[in-house]
T-cell receptor, first 113, second 112 residues
């Protein structure tokens, strides 16, 4: 199994609070991704990173920010959580950009009340 | 908008039968495709990768790619109840961003 750890695995919080999810990898892969998965929408890319301090937006980036200060860590922050951000969040990693598959972490189940 | 399309199912097959899962894509420049299996409440797990036209076999799984028809499929032989899951098809777009485009997934039910 790819060495990917997401934390926390579960979180319940209130609307308006900041939330940070962490993805940690031990594979030294260059590419890292944050997805959310909701019924009826499948997997949707939030942000991704192609190197330390190099990030870009995905299709549903509004309300989210990311940071990558080290190869192994990719943080996803909800600056002011809203109920519409209740979802399951997956981190994925990839050795290279084109042609390589992505491998997923176990996910974080986030509930915003 | 580059897309990957899958029938959401559910696809129901009896135990021991061949399950056939299909996927079409719109980006003619796509070069690599992947099948993921996702059990309920779990994360997607890579089960097959395919890069060139034709068939690729791995145990009970066969992935098929037809770039001219923009069509990818996954065959599961001797289907088992443990194969019951959602299967996600994904492809790299033609741009070199590393982003995967995922289909909505097909739910497979294998009945004993």
């Amino acid at each position: 199994d790819a060495g990917i750890t997401q934390s926390p695995r579960h979180k319940v919080t209130e609307t308006g609070t900041p939330v940070t999810l962490r993805c940690h990898q031990t594979e030294n892969h260059r590419y890292m991704y944050w997805y959310r998965q909701d019924p009826g929408h499948g997997l949707r890319l939030i942000h991704y990173s192609y190197g330390v301090k190099d990030t870009d937006k995905g299709e549903v980036s509004d309300g989210y920010s990311v940071s990558r200060s080290k190869t192994e860590d990719f943080l996803l922050t909800l600056e002011s959580a809203t109920s519409s951000q209740t979802s399951v969040y997956f981190c994925a990693i990839s050795e290279s950009g084109q042609l390589a598959p992505q491998h997923f972490g176990d996910g974080t189940r986030l509930s915003i009340l | 908008q580059k897309e990957v399309e899958q029938n959401s199912g559910p696809l129901s097959v009896p135990e021991g039968a061949i399950a056939s899962l299909n996927c079409t894509y719109s980006d003619r420049g796509s070069q690599s495709f992947f099948w993921y299996r996702q059990y309920s409440g779990k994360s997607p797990e890579l089960i097959m990768s395919i890069y060139s036209n034709g068939d690729k076999e791995d145990g009970r799984f066969t992935a098929q790619l037809n770039k001219a028809s923009q069509y990818v499929s996954l065959l599961i032989r001797d289907s088992q109840p443990s194969d019951s899951a959602t299967y996600l098809c994904a492809g790299h777009g033609s741009s070199n961003t590393g982003k995967l485009i995922f289909g909505q997934g097909t739910t497979l039910q294998v009945k004993p």
